[in-house]
């Protein structure tokens, strides 16, 4: 869920959409400053910053995490119907999850390391033993939007295109759902309690169900909720607080206790725009708090990377891409957002400052999602290339 990872059947169709209407030559301009040379151009393609590139996959590559426990080990999933849990630091594999009959959308480990899930879009999930390479547990489903484990218990959720949350206990496969109205679970958390989880669906309204209980705590619609489908959430650290996202342009801050929206994030906000159409709209991709400092930042389509300050609730900087930007991630433990895009770079941004700290480059294409380690040294990358790629992260300070 890149993040991000949402609607990928009309991801391809969407991107064809997106290339059509980028001006990719214009002789006129040529002299202009800021277009490369032939020559320029060629240096970035072949530019590759990356430590090391996993080649195994033979479609797109969707999705990546890293294991909770050690940060070690990559799971990628892909158009080639397949996931592959490789070690970070050479790139060896050490499962391949076969038998998927679709794309594989949705890769990740469980708390402890122990286990690895894969879903695919035709709503096959499987759980995998990593220790002993073995498939312990499936199951079918209608089409798959996101897949979360539960931060502190062998217990998967899921969340499908016909508005079902599923919740399975692993391997027992004891079953659970969260019924709603028959429109997509489009993204789902787990709150850190564990007790709780939001979930978005497409028709712009926010559940925060409790697990135990099986009912809607806070349903967030109407004028509280978005006009138009979420795109992502996140949660801060507490759970105190969710940010949801979502294609009308705007993220809400809501309250998890009281179920009130307690703040709205426009970057769009005061510019008069003429147009109310939902196409006009700047989607929200991705979205995130920050750990150390009263921040959180909101990705949009149009390649800006607004960084707004909790409290007041105002536009502290934006940092603009040349692309749209699909996920966004907070270090654990710094103030530097990373960015992943359209354009195949990823970049670290200091939220403090609104400057780019640094930037990779190495994919022939765009990055669909990525993760970062810890200690914010690692970055592993999942692309429309068809390759995975690992950057260690070098900064002045450390």
């Avoid at 899921?158 to 399975?168: K, P, R």
């Avoid at 992943?340 to 990823?346: E, F, I, R």
Wanted: hydrophobic fraction near 35%; charged fraction near 25%; glycine fraction near 10%.
């Amino acid at each position: 869920m890149t993040t991000g990872q949402h609607m990928w059947k009309g991801f391809i169709d969407d991107l064809a959409d997106d290339l059509e209407d980028v001006d990719f030559e214009d002789p006129g301009n040529a002299d202009d400053e800021g277009w490369e040379t032939e020559d320029e151009m060629e240096a970035d393609m072949e530019q590759d910053d990356s430590e090391l590139t996993f080649s195994k996959h033979t479609g797109l590559v969707f999705c990546v995490s890293l294991d909770p426990l050690t940060n070690s080990l990559a799971v990628t999933g892909g158009e080639d119907d397949r996931a592959f849990v490789w070690r970070v630091n050479d790139g060896e594999v050490l499962l391949e999850c076969m038998g998927h009959k679709d794309s594989v959308t949705c890769a990740v480990f469980s708390h402890d390391s122990s286990l690895v899930a894969t879903g695919d879009m035709s709503g096959l999930i499987k759980v995998w033993k990593v220790e002993t390479k073995e498939e312990i547990w499936s199951f079918e489903v209608g089409d798959l939007e996101w897949m979360e484990w539960h931060p502190g218990a062998p217990v998967l959720l899921a969340g499908t295109n016909d508005g079902n949350v599923w919740m399975w206990k692993i391997p027992a496969g004891d079953c659970k759902t969260f019924q709603s109205a028959a429109c997509q679970s489009t993204s789902g958390k787990i709150l850190p309690d564990g007790k709780r989880a939001a979930v978005g669906y497409e028709d712009g309204t926010m559940r925060v169900w409790d697990l135990k209980q099986g009912n809607a705590v806070h349903v967030i619609k109407g004028q509280d909720g978005h006009q138009g489908a979420l795109t992502c959430l996140a949660c801060n650290k507490d759970g105190s607080l969710v940010l949801t996202g979502s294609v009308d342009g705007n993220a809400k801050l809501i309250n998890t206790s009281t179920g009130k929206v307690v703040g709205v994030f426009s970057v769009d906000k005061g510019k008069g725009r003429g147009s109310k159409d939902e196409d006009d709209n700047n989607s929200v991709e991705s979205v995130g708090f920050c750990n150390i400092l009263p921040l959180v930042a909101v990705a949009y389509l149009d390649g800006t990377l607004a960084i707004y300050d909790l409290p007041t609730q105002a536009l502290r900087h934006r940092c603009q891409h040349e692309a749209g930007i699909v996920h966004l991630q907070w270090e654990e433990s710094s103030s530097v957002v990373s960015t992943c895009s359209l354009d195949g770079a990823l970049r670290l941004w200091d939220a403090r400052s609104g400057y780019m700290v640094s930037e990779y480059r190495g994919h022939a294409a765009e990055i669909l999602d990525f993760t970062i380690n810890r200690e914010a040294s690692l970055a592993v990358t999942a692309s429309g290339d068809n390759q995975a790629k690992v950057f260690c992260l070098q900064r002045p300070d450390r």
